[in-house]
């Protein structure tokens, strides 16, 4: 994601500067004009506007909180794009704080088909000044970038629907296995499914895969999907998030089928075994 989001705003005539814990990541992308940088601290030092799409917190805390970037983040401002939990972003957001930057999130919603567009969902939690001082450069991600609240807010939307990407995919898997158990036409089940009002498009995305039983090239694999439903369920501290810790195991058994890295339709494979 973080290369299409970077060619987006040089683009849109951004000076960028790049790191990547995959140096040859960056190098790839010199001959757009995007300036490789040797360390995190060298691409906080070198901008105003530090703009993060890492894994999970762990690795922002690696990246952004270690001894050679945290001394230089005083007068910065750090955007945080990827998916964490809202107190894991309050927790960094702090810590930014505490060194003398600013900090907002802007988590998306979407893949590297989007991210290539420019069509991503953007999910902003911010002060309201923070929003429309940097919605220009939201607004290269996706055309209507949202401001959902402070800080954490934009995190907890983005957590609530990649909950509904894993629970919707893993209900539909079980749904399709029924059909296929019962011999009943695929195509037939469709076109019922398509008329009602429980359709929702990422059925017919992830059908093929499922019945082609093919998981290749993903967007978005399954372990990605492992962690943020995971995260979703440490986060529900008031609520009952039983459907999603069952959804959790089930996109596990898939991990466990050798499908971390292939697209997470393969819980299909964990629930059609």
């Known amino acids: 994601m973080g290369a299409p989001m970077a060619q987006q705003l040089q683009l849109a005539g951004h000076q960028v500067y790049g790191w990547n814990r995959s140096s040859n990541k960056v190098t790839a992308l010199v001959s757009e004009g995007i300036q490789p940088m040797e360390t995190p601290g060298a691409a906080i030092a ?31 401002t ?58 220009p450069i939201l607004a290269c991600f996706g055309p209507e970038p949202k401001l959902m609240g402070p800080v954490g ?29 019962e011999a009943i036409d695929v195509e037939a089940f469709m076109d019922i499914v398509r008329q009602s009002a429980l359709y929702a498009p990422t059925f017919d995305k992830k059908l093929g895969r499922m019945c082609d039983r093919n998981f290749a090239n993903p967007n978005f694999p399954t372990k990605h999907l492992l962690k943020d439903m995971n995260l979703f369920v440490q986060s529900a501290d008031s609520f009952n998030a039983d459907v999603a810790q069952t959804v959790a195991q089930m996109v596990q058994q898939a991990i466990e089928q050798g499908l971390a890295n292939q697209d997470y339709s393969a819980v299909f494979a964990a629930v059609n075994k």
């Open 78 to 135: 750090i955007l945080q794009m990827g998916t964490i939990a809202p107190q894991e972003s309050k927790a960094i957001a702090q810590a930014v704080q505490t060194a003398g930057g600013e900090y907002l999130e802007a988590p998306v919603l979407g893949s590297i088909p989007e991210a290539k567009a420019g069509t991503l969902i953007v999910m902003a939690g911010a002060t309201p000044e923070q929003f429309q001082q940097w919605r």
């Open 153 to 181: 807010a934009g995190s907890g939307v983005k957590l609530a629907m990649n909950q509904l990407i894993g629970t919707l995919t893993t209900a539909f898997a079980m749904s399709l296995s029924l059909v296929q158990q």
């Open 46 to 76: 070198a901008s105003n506007l530090i703009i993060l799409m890492l894994t999970d917190a762990e690795a922002i805390q690696a990246t952004l909180l270690s001894p050679d970037a945290q001394t230089k983040l005083g007068g910065k």
